[in-house]
């Protein structure tokens, strides 16, 4: 397989920004099956770009907005990346789903799933799927149900994001753009997908409590105790409701209990703090028995373990000696965006100069990050929701 990118930072004007983009796609580089990924700013004209990608290309492609780019050039903002994957032995299917107004209507992913498996010729071997940022929906459940209808397919996404003012999310295909619909992309043939996932926390307060009361990405108590109690004693209890943006750098660290009874790790964002009954909503589902920990992320943090990450990666891609590797694709979630401060190059920065000719970067921050994890103790992997993670997918 193949990947050929292109790139523009104009989001203002689409008729040049789509001519830049044009520009950088080799058509005489496509082999049989072909589809684009494109990740862009929160800020251009959606109906204008999809209808522009839809005239300049006849070929397939999906993709979702966020607050900051990623792409083999490195960090950007206010842009547009389009990466085009194009293979012979490798076939792409793409979808979007209908209107998802609550959490009932997270079966349309199933049904889309579906659709877009049964029109391979081959096995699935890779989903991706990008979803808007959606109220009265748990993400978690939208990975549990695919995960169980594909039956364990390595599931990679997320939840697009915008200037955290959520309100300007949005995914698309060729058919259009929605702000309540999700997007998707099967694979099958050819391919030999990595995984990794980085939380980049390297202090925690060695306190680790047993959930003993939650439901859902609600938490109750720990260790038989309000939820709160734990965070006054740590130091941190504020008298707001929404905390979603105050608790950035102190997210908690979750390890959870898989199917067949392994375990991972899981950061959780905290999101809601209710003070009448002493409970925390999380953005990300905590199940009882799990244990739970604050810890610390912060810039240096982020800066050396993205860094580890690409090692791995690369190391990794290198090692695989009949087949060839031609895209990374990342995922950065959006409260890392803010504690990089001024310095957004950071997580650009682990791959500058590193990268094996041939590969392409396309990579966004977002709201929550679907990518499968590695089993503590037997090495497995299982598809979650993570929250202030970078993931990477090597394809």
């Known amino acids: 397989m193949r990947s050929i990118q292109a790139f523009t930072h104009e989001v203002d004007d689409i008729e040049l920004a789509i001519s830049e983009l044009k520009a950088g796609i080799d058509t005489s580089e496509f082999l049989k099956n ?24 006849d070929f397939p492609f999906f993709g979702c907005t966020g607050i900051g780019i990623l792409s083999t050039g490195g960090y950007s903002q206010s842009s547009i990346s389009l990466l085009v994957l194009t293979a012979d032995d490798v076939e792409f299917s793409i979808g ?48 549990s149900l695919l995960d169980e209808e594909s039956g364990h397919v390595p599931i990679y996404g997320g939840v697009a994001s915008d ?12 058919k259009g753009f929605s702000q309540d619909r999700g997007v998707m992309m099967v694979i099958g043939g050819n391919i030999r997908p990595l995984f990794t996932i980085e939380h980049s926390t390297t202090l925690t307060t060695n306190l680790h409590k047993v959930v003993t009361r939650a439901e859902g990405t609600v938490v109750y108590e720990l ?6 109690e734990f965070i006054s004693e740590m130091g941190l209890i504020t008298d707001k409701t929404s905390v979603i ?56 943090d982020i800066e050396r373990s993205v860094k580890t990450a690409f090692d791995e990666i ?56 679907f990518c499968p ?12 929701l993570s929250n202030e993670t970078f993931t990477i997918l090597a394809i």
């Open 245 to 300: 943006l105050d608790y950035l750098s102190t997210p908690f660290l979750a390890t959870q209990k898989t199917r067949d009874g392994d375990e991972i790790d899981t950061l959780r964002c905290l999101g809601v703090i209710d003070h009448e009954n002493k409970s925390c909503g999380y953005i990300g589902r905590i199940d009882e028995g799990s244990e739970l920990n604050m810890v610390l992320i912060s810039k240096e």
């Open 163 to 174: 200037g955290w003012t959520f309100d300007s999310t949005y995914t698309f295909t060729n």
């Open 34 to 57: 072909t589809c684009g990924i494109v990740f862009c700013g929160f800020e251009p004209d959606m109906e204008e770009l999809v209808k522009g990608l839809n005239e300049a290309f």
């Open 96 to 143: 979007m789903t209908e209107k998802i107004n609550g959490g009932e209507e997270v079966k349309y992913f199933a049904d889309t799933y579906h659709e877009c498996s049964d029109r391979l010729s081959c096995k699935d071997n890779l989903i991706f799927t990008y979803v808007p940022w959606l109220t009265n929906v748990t993400f978690d459940d939208i990975v």
């Open 314 to 369: 690369l190391t990794r891609m290198s090692e695989t000696e009949d087949y060839r590797y031609s895209s990374i694709f990342c995922s950065s979630c959006a409260a890392r965006y803010c504690l990089l401060v001024a310095d957004k190059d950071a997580e650009g920065r682990a791959y500058e100069g590193r990268l094996p000719e041939g590969v392409n970067v396309q990579g966004v921050y977002i709201y929550g990050e």
């Open 373 to 384: 994890a590695h089993g503590k103790h037997r090495g497995g992997l299982y598809n979650v």
């Open 223 to 228: 260790d038989g105790k309000p939820v709160t």
